[in-house]
């Protein structure tokens, strides 16, 4: 039974990792994605012209979405130590 519930906690935190990183990489992928093509189209081929803008969403995604993936994380981890005493009995 130990073994169920290990792999429902890995299968549980491989979801909270995707729901807590999904609205920061979406964005800076689009991002990613849009100066790609843009910097196709017009040849030019400057590293640091696609660094600067995905830098820039991806702080501005933090600090939007910051507090709730936060929230994520600490139920989650609330969760793990609240069902400890339970595993060592």
Known sequence: MEADYFIGVAQQSLW????ATTP???PVL?????LGMVQAATSINEQTLTFIPKLI?????LAVFGGSIL?????FTRELYAQIP???K
């Open 30 to 34: 689009i991002v990613g994605v849009t």
């Open 71 to 75: 929230v994520l994380l600490t139920d």
């Open 24 to 26: 920061i990489l979406i």
């Open 57 to 61: 969403v991806a702080a501005i995604c």
């Open 86 to 88: 339970a595993l060592v």
């Open 16 to 19: 909270i990792l995707a729901l």
